[in-house]
């Protein structure tokens, strides 16, 4: 079962990311036998997403931060590819990973990883390992308001990954929203590639940190990336709004304009303050959502969206690590620091060895910091406090089964029901193609019940005729369905 | 500044174009660019009618994860657009609904 055919044990990174990457060359670099898993084209995860090769970029770290670490982490992986020590497949979406607990008295578990094949994902593989890291980062959460289904409103990450990606932008003249650190590295890529972004519009009130002045001091780094992206916005002429939201996107067919307000203390809208603005794309997004399918399904312990790690990165459930926006949202630099402490203690725990702290003490006083220095972030960046009363009752709020809000509303104040997974039983929403990735914390917004990831049966559709599949036989090439029903 | 594209930006020397359609109608595709992108790059940003109400719909999370951007491609119906990389000669559909009735 176990493929240790060298002897040395074998780790399956799953996530090619900056935690992915790291973990992967300090497990390698100690002797242990990696393979790279992602569902991309191309390793890099999302902050150093790649642009397609055929398009022959000369100059790719003009739309990237810190790419002498992402030279590092690319030439590091090429080097232990060529060695033979980490194999990378890219083009490989991970739909579940299961456990076989050691059979006989103490023999440790081992893992089998199961992917899908192309952007198609219908041809079945698997990779046996004997301890599993998961460093499947994160997706952007965006909250509903009207008007947001219209054809040139995209996630914000959604439009920095598809110029980082494919050098496309969506329009000509955006407006990017919504509340969080990324709106900026959003507005800056696009105006730096030609999109006039006519209004960065935050939420927040900056004016929040001030309570955290302590740990904003303890960051200088963190001081003066802020403060570049102040010069850059004001260079691109963006003209920034705090303490504003967009109330409604406005178009036929497709987006022709957005309407912004003010907030007053209490995140209502001001009255009078609304203003038009007309653009073709809105770039929006309320934070980050981690991706942690594959860790439930394995059973590990969530504290509360995140999944749970201890100082080494392990998960509760023994041979299963997971380090990066999986275990909470904190940017590149954290993951990479989570990522670096994974490879350590997995290699070294593989081995029967107790990880030498000495040796991840720098990387995990960084983790600390960063990870005090998000949790200040994120008590400033919050969406709207009422933005719930801005959703009309006509708005779409799960967009695969079309489930507007008034269906919501009527299901908790007229059925009595009191969770999401009622909410969900009632009006569908919540049980298309994403699952309720999109719509699941707008379901909770408006049903006024705690966000909680929702329980999914696999971490991507799965075609019947792999999951039908017995272990040996060929698989089916021309599977239709999927393992759930999403029409 | 003078107004610059993606490409400038990067300085992207990219390899010969070719060609694709959408709805019978031909798009230039730069190589290595998903369907989504090509389509962008057209100046198309719909390509999904839903089920229900017949909206129309394109990308939105960019990244997989929101199937916003079903596409039928050479007679496929429910590829992610912002996934699948174009190819030359690809027949590109709107897909409605399901798919499964046009
Ligand atoms: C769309 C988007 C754009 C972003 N852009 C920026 C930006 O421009 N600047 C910035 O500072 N931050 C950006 N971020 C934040 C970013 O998530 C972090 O900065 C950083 O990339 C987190 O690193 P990570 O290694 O934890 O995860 P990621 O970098 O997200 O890497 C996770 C990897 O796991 C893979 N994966 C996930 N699930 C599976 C599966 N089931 N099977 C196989 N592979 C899987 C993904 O393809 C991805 O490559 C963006 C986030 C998103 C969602
Ligand atoms: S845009 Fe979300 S899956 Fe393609």
């Known amino acids: ?487 | 500044m003078t107004p610059r594209t993606p490409l400038d930006l990067v300085d992207a020397r990219r390899g010969p174009a070719f060609t694709v359609t959408f709805d019978g109608r031909e798009i230039t595709v730069l190589p290595g660019q998903t369907i989504a992108a090509a389509l962008w790059s057209a100046g198309i940003t719909s390509w999904r009618t839903t089920r229900g109400s017949g909206e129309p719909r394109g990308v939105f999370c960019g990244i997989g994860v929101c199937f916003d951007c079903l596409v039928s491609v050479n007679g496929r119906v429910n590829q992610r657009a912002c996934l699948v990389p174009a190819e030359a000669g690809d027949v590109i559909r709107t897909q409605k609904g399901t798919g499964h009735h046009d």
């Open chain 1, 1 to 487: 079962m176990t493929d240790r055919t060298d002897g040395r044990p074998h780790l399956a990174v799953i996530g090619a990311g900056p935690a992915g990457l790291t973990a992967a060359l300090a497990a390698a670099a100690r002797g242990v036998r990696v393979t790279l898993v992602d569902s991309a084209a191309q390793a890099g995860g999302q902050f150093y997403r790649q642009t397609a090769p055929g398009l022959g970029a000369r100059r790719p770290q003009a739309l990237h931060h810190q790419w002498r670490t992402w030279e590092r982490l690319r030439d590091g992986l090429a080097g232990h590819v060529a060695a033979g020590r980490v194999t990378s497949l890219t083009d490989h979406h991970v739909w579940f990973v299961e456990r076989q607990s050691g059979t006989t008295g103490g023999a440790p578990a081992s893992f089998t990883v199961h992917a899908l094949l192309g952007p198609e994902q219908e041809e079945p593989v698997t990779v046996h390992a004997d301890a599993v890291l998961l460093a499947t980062g994160g997706y952007e959460k965006v909250l509903p308001f009207p008007g947001w289904t219209l054809p040139g409103v995209v996630t914000a990450g959604g439009a920095q990954a598809m110029l980082k990606g494919g050098l496309v932008l969506p329009g000509r003249t955006a407006v990017v929203a919504g509340t969080g650190p990324l709106l900026l590295p959003v507005a800056v890529g696009l105006a730096s590639a030609g999109a006039k972004v006519a209004a960065l519009v935050e939420s927040a009130d900056p004016r929040a940190f001030v309570r955290h002045a302590r740990v904003l001091a303890a960051h200088p780094a963190k001081l003066a990336e802020g403060a570049w992206y102040a010069a850059e916005l004001a260079r691109y002429r963006v003209r920034t709004r705090v303490r504003h939201t967009v109330v409604a996107a406005h178009g036929t067919g497709r987006l022709e304009a957005v309407t912004v307000a003010a907030l007053d203390g209490d995140g209502r809208v001001r009255p009078g303050t609304e203003r038009r603005i007309p653009c073709d794309t809105l770039a929006v997004g309320h934070g980050m959502l981690p991706h942690t399918d594959l860790a439930e399904a394995l059973g590990c312990r969530l504290d509360g969206v995140d999944v749970a790690v201890d100082d080494e990165q392990r998960t509760d459930v023994p041979g299963v690590w997971a380090a990066g926006e999986t275990t909470g949202i904190g940017g590149a630099a954290l993951a990479g620091a989570e990522g670096g402490i994974a490879g350590v203690s997995i290699a070294a725990r593989l081995n029967s060895r107790i990880p030498d702290r000495s040796s991840y003490a720098s990387a995990a006083k960084a983790r600390a910091g960063m990870r005090e220095f998000f949790a200040a972030v994120d008590t400033v960046c919050v969406p709207p406090a009422r933005w719930a009363e801005h959703v009309t009752d006509d708005t779409v709020v799960c967009r695969c089964e079309e489930v507007t809000a008034s269906a919501v509303r009527e299901a908790v104040d007229e059925l009595g029901a009191g969770d999401v997974r009622t909410v969900k039983l009632l009006t569908r929403a919540g049980m298309g193609w994403c699952q309720g990735r999109m719509c699941g914390p707008a379901v909770a917004g408006l049903a006024r019940c705690p966000e909680t990831p929702s329980r999914r049966p696999f971490a991507r559709p799965v075609p019947l005729g792999v999951l039908a599949r017995e272990p040996g036989e060929p698989h089916d090439t021309s599977p239709s369905t999927t393992g759930w029903d999403p029409s």
